[in-house]
């Protein structure tokens, strides 16, 4: 199985500020095939279902602000909020799609500092 | 608009059984993979199962085969998971999923397994 480890576990940040969120898998998540990284981020705001908000380790979900971005390319991937805004509290998960059995990070909590 | 709409869950004494299913809208049912994620109250997401297209083949978490079963029915858009023998750790909001890379989710239903 494709371990996914995220990092770090909890982030506090300011409005406006930068977020980062890291998320490593025990292998590679890069296709020769078709050169894409099966990889997505799912956003999971507190009492609601997970939201995607990036596929192919850097597409962003349409309707998503492009304060969010994403980059990383086999085993190292970064999720970004560029500026951080109040309704950007949340987990944010990171999901291998490359092999089953699918597997998640185990969630990063994002708060407000 | 797609809609993923789970319904069934609910409370069950360990060792019961009970049948989610996920009417799915808003799209074409039979062209996409579909997946059961769970979430255990304050835990993290859990990969439970995905199903073919076609239904031609399903795949499992391994500490869940055997008791977990998933199926489709093309005609009615619906997902469907069958769970047998349920433990008390089997307490979670079971959310219907649509594709391998998820691209949208269900609001989930509430399995409480407890005496």
């Known amino acids: 199985d494709i371990v996914m480890t995220q990092s770090p576990d909890s982030l506090a940040v300011s409005l406006g500020e930068r977020a980062t969120i890291n998320c490593k898998s025990s292998q590679s998540l890069l296709s020769r095939s078709d050169n894409k990284n099966y990889l997505a981020w799912h956003q999971q705001k507190p009492g609601q279902p997970p939201k995607v908000v990036i596929f192919w380790a850097s597409t962003r979900e349409s309707g998503v602000p492009d304060r969010f971005s994403a980059s990383g390319s086999g085993t190292d991937f970064t999720l970004t909020i560029s500026s951080l805004q109040a309704e950007d509290v949340a987990v944010y998960y990171c999901?291998?799609?490359?092999?089953?059995?699918?597997?998640f990070g185990q969630g990063t909590r994002l708060e407000i500092k | 608009e797609v809609q993923l709409v789970e319904s069934g869950g609910g409370l069950v004494q360990p060792g019961g059984s009970l049948r989610l299913s996920c009417e799915a809208s808003g799209f074409s049912f039979s062209n996409f993979y579909m997946t059961w994620v769970r979430q255990a109250p304050g835990k993290g997401l859990e990969w439970v199962a995905n199903?073919?297209?076609?239904?031609?083949?399903?795949y499992y978490a391994d500490s869940l085969k055997g008791r977990f079963t998933i199926s489709r029915d093309n005609a009615k858009n619906s997902l469907y998971l069958e769970m047998n023998s349920l433990k008390v750790d089997d307490t979670a909001v079971y959310y219907c999923?649509?594709?391998?890379?998820?691209?949208?989710w269900g609001q989930g239903t509430l399995v409480t397994v407890s005496s």
């Open positions: 999901q291998q799609y490359y092999s089953v059995p699918i597997t």
């Open positions: 999923a649509r594709g391998f890379g998820i691209d949208y």
């Open positions: 199903i073919r297209k076609d239904a031609s083949a399903q």
